[in-house]
């Protein structure tokens, strides 16, 4: 099922906040869009119908679920930490997943993410809900 934009109105002082944060390009990464979310005053999970409301893409996902971020290998203790809170099958939500990487590190749970079959949900930008496998990096 396909997630609804909502939409938002966002002022000039807004739209002035996302641009200047934007990276080399035009996309507003993962993490600047958290930030921004707390600038411009809304909720994080708004940032994505945000965006879209002014033609941005959110990139680099932090978890390795889209962008370009360069990955380093698995690691077998944190896919452990994470596979004890999957829901069914091996999803967990990008908000458990950003909890569980307070142990150790965002990058290294993102590494562990995008190498192994873990499926990501619920991101909180609003980005997506479900993540619908791997994406063949060969094809981009």
Known sequence: MAKLQ????LDGTQ??????NLDND????CLKAFKVARL???KAIDMSDACKSIGIKISNCELGVFGK???KNSEEAIYCKI????TQGKDISCKTLWY?????SLRRVGSTVKNTDIQVTNCQLGCFTQRKG?????KS
């Not at 569980?100 to 150790?104: D, F, L, Y």
């Not at 791997?134 to 060969?138: G, L, N, V």
Request: a positive charge; glycine letters at 6%.
């Open 6 to 9: 909502k939409h938002i109105k």
């Open 15 to 20: 739209i002035d906040l996302i641009l200047t």
């Open 26 to 29: 035009g996309r507003l990464s």
């Open 40 to 42: 411009i005053g809304l």
């Open 69 to 71: 971020i360069n990955f």
């Open 83 to 86: 596979s004890k809170n999957f």
């Open 100 to 104: 569980i990487a307070q142990e150790s």
């Open 134 to 138: 791997h994406r063949d990096e060969s």
